[in-house]
């Protein structure tokens, strides 16, 4: 999807818009960071996945 949060090119919000509102984008952009954060904390302590 992307390298880092400076990679959204201008292009890709524009596509983002035509399906969702701002605060949508909001949102999705927050669940996708918080999910990058915690697999890299996860990966960093090397946690195993729980059963």
Do not use: C
Request: proline residues 2%; negative net charge.
């Amino acid at each position: 999807m992307h390298r880092s949060g400076h990679d959204v090119s201008d292009e890709l919000y524009a596509r983002l818009s035509e399906t969702w509102d701002e605060g949508q984008i909001v949102e999705i952009t927050l669940a996708i960071g918080m999910t990058e954060y915690f697999n890299r904390f996860n990966d960093s302590l090397r946690v195993e996945p729980t059963k």
